[in-house]
């Protein structure tokens, strides 16, 4: 009795967090609302950038910053086609000066870039587009949410029932800065690459970008990986898919370019 009780319980828990996301069709488990963890991303974002400017490592570079916020203004009019309640998003660009290789988008469109990145990398425009793109695509399929909600079981201790009745959004914060140093899944990598290129596509631009990035990505984590490598686990195959997914890609980008 006491057991079936227990059982039902943690069904019903489960197939409450148990969502199909818009975007992918993909049923995922979360434990936090889309509003919980932009919330709490958004209280994660203001806290890095204030430490950075205190460091004094907000990029003073007005070309790259213009350059990054030139290059995502165009992903971001797009994610609105893609998934239209990102049109209400505050979307947000910080070009963080530390030598670096990474960048990320968290839940609700807040982003960064590293200057690292596109300096050692000697990246292109259309190269930017497609790590934002691929950033934006995490954004968009709520990976964030379901890494917040590795997070959350990571840290065992939290009272799940709080979070989950919306009491609580003050303790997301630290999960929301955890879930950003949690790798994703390869499952989360090949849809962010999937929806990430197609988005840069669409935004005009190259799709073979995507494969020159990831081929400088490899070359670079020759001196230790990245810190990008370390929250983007880099299956030998992603090129692979990638390349596949080059010819479908073309007549999008070709179009964004007329
Ligand atoms: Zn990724």
Not at 82 to 105: F, G, Q
Not at 158 to 182: E, K, Q
Not at 224 to 249: D, K
Request: glycine residues 8%; hydrophobic residues 40%; proline residues 5%.
């Amino acid at each position: 009795m006491k057991r079936t009780f227990v059982v039902t319980a943690l069904l019903a828990a489960t197939l409450a967090a148990c969502q199909e996301n818009p975007v992918s069709g993909r049923t995922q488990l979360v434990l936090v609302s889309e509003e919980q963890a932009q919330v709490s991303s958004a209280q994660a974002y203001t806290q890095t950038l204030s430490e950075a400017q205190k460091k004094g490592r907000l990029s003073t570079d007005a070309a790259l910053n213009a350059r990054v916020e030139r290059i995502t203004n165009r992903l971001i009019v797009q994610a609105g086609s893609m998934y239209p309640p990102s049109r209400d998003w505050k979307w947000s660009v910080a070009v963080i000066d530390e030598p670096t290789l990474n960048a990320w988008c968290m839940p609700g469109g807040k982003m960064a870039i590293y200057t690292g990145i596109v300096r050692k990398l000697n990246l292109s425009d259309d190269e930017i587009g497609q790590i934002m793109g691929h950033e934006m695509a995490h954004a968009l399929l709520g990976h964030g949410r379901e890494r917040m909600s590795r997070a959350m079981a990571t840290q065992g201790g939290i009272a799940l029932g709080s979070i989950v009745a919306g009491r609580d959004l003050s303790i997301l914060a630290p999960v929301a800065d955890i879930a950003l140093t949690l790798p994703n899944s390869r499952d989360n990598e090949s849809e962010a690459d999937r929806y990430g290129i197609e988005l840069a596509a669409r935004a005009g631009y190259d799709p073979r970008a995507a494969i020159r990035l990831w081929g400088k990505m490899g070359a670079a984590s020759g001196n230790g990986p990245p810190v990008f490598l370390s929250t983007h686990p880099s299956p030998a195959n992603r090129i692979q898919a990638l390349n596949a997914l080059v010819p479908q890609m073309t007549p999008l980008y070709e179009k964004a370019r007329r």
